[in-house]
């Protein structure tokens, strides 16, 4: 307690003002809110610097692991890069595409050049393989297709067109069709009448002396002969049969059929197959090409050389071919294994001159699909268990 003397207040003693309870709360209050305040704000420092601190250690981390990320990406990326260098630069480049295409088109050219000759069995081979090449170029040329430009295909394409057309004019020029004529015709109405020695079988030598014609010997009408054109056209419903020694290793053509079972024994040099609705067609070993067009419902088997359809539906081919088969403007066509088989085929198999141990049946180019590497959706393999195995019924 603070004493003042007073000089005004004869010598009395003043004492200063008496503090109120009240008021001594509202200052221990006041100071120890101050106290709390002061404890809360370090406690909220505190905890912001650690928080801080946390996050940081966190952001760190993830920043790091994005880094890593980002870093295993990229060497990714690079690898693969390199990968596709080294595997994909010879089949994704177009000079290297144009120079392969030109190489292999000339190689091509310069064997059909060579397929003449009398040797019918060389000039079969060198066809064969002529057509075998062509077909692995339209497989470059499909394969490449993603990285071509739209020029460079349609160039390529009628390249390919124009060899095609002169691998067709080699094989017509060095195994040429017989031609047609008709049949001289047998007078069966009338007896023989006997005719003076001069007649029937002796000519005048133009020196007065006759000499004999040797027995079997051709009249000149008769030499002249030809054979028929071998097959059957317009016919609907029937079962229809031809056999070796009616081929006779000529040309086949079949048109117009509807409905029909064909049974062609023997070794057709080509067969032609036009118009067909709803018909079995069989046939044996077809030393060069077999053509389908315009075919439909139907199924079909044989062995070939080459095979080439089109304007084709919803057909069953079993086959047997040693070049790549060849579909246009085809849909619904289904493949499988050549399996029919007859007493003789043997021996037919040996006068084609195709190769039994060769099969590329499952080998189809379409010349409407070009995409690559995706599957061409107008052809089909038959599944093992709905494949045809008795042809008897």
Not at 169 to 187: G, L, N, V
Not at 189 to 211: H, I, K, L, R
Not at 362 to 388: G, H, M, Y
Request: glycine share 4%; charged share 25%; proline share 5%.
């Amino acid at each position: 307690m603070i004493i003042k003397a007073s000089a005004a207040v004869g010598g009395g003693v003043e004492r200063s003002p008496r503090v109120s309870l009240t008021q001594k709360k509202k200052k221990r209050s006041c100071h120890f809110r101050k106290q709390s305040h002061f404890s809360n704000m370090e406690t909220a420092t505190e905890a912001s610097q650690e928080n801080k601190f946390a996050t940081d250690s966190d952001g760190a981390k993830i920043q790091e692991r994005i880094q890593k990320r980002n870093q295993e990406r990229i060497d990714g990326v690079e690898r693969r890069k390199e990968e596709k260098e080294t595997r994909s630069v010879p089949e994704e480049n177009t000079e290297y595409f144009s120079r392969t295409f030109q190489a292999e088109l000339a190689c091509i050219e310069e064997l059909l050049s060579h397929c003449s000759g009398e040797d019918r069995a060389e000039v079969v081979r060198k066809l064969e393989e002529t057509t075998t090449k062509t077909a692995q170029l339209q497989k470059f040329v499909n394969d490449s297709v993603m990285f071509l430009t739209q020029y460079e295909l349609r160039r390529s394409q009628a390249a390919l067109q124009k060899l095609q057309s002169s691998i067709t004019e080699a094989r017509d020029k060095a195994m040429p069709k017989k031609k047609f004529a008709f049949r001289a015709r047998t007078q069966d109405t009338a007896p023989p009448v006997a005719a003076p020695p001069a007649q029937s079988g002796e000519v005048d030598g133009g020196g007065g002396a006759s000499e004999k014609s040797p027995p079997g010997a051709a009249t000149p009408a008769q030499s002249e002969e030809a054979p028929e054109q071998c097959g059957f056209s317009n016919r609907e419903g029937e079962l229809l049969t031809k056999t070796a020694e009616e081929i006779r290793q000529g040309d086949v053509l079949l048109s117009h059929l509807s409905n029909c079972r064909v049974r062609l024994f023997g070794s057709p040099s080509t067969l032609h197959l036009k118009h067909i609705d709803s018909c079995e067609i069989l046939c044996g070993p077809v030393s060069t090409s077999v053509f389908v067009d315009h075919c439909k419902n139907s199924t079909l088997a044989f062995p070939c050389q080459q095979l080439r359809t089109h304007h084709t539906t919803d057909t069953q081919v079993y086959l047997h071919v040693t070049c790549r088969a060849i579909i246009e403007d085809c849909q619904g066509v289904s493949l499988a294994p050549f399996s029919w088989s007859y007493p003789t085929m043997d021996a037919d198999y040996a006068v084609s001159g195709l190769d039994r141990d060769r099969n590329n049946w499952s080998q189809v180019d379409d010349f409407n699909w070009l995409a690559f590497r995706t599957p061409s959706p107008n052809w089909s393999v038959i599944p093992e268990a709905d494949r045809k195995t008795s042809w008897d019924d």
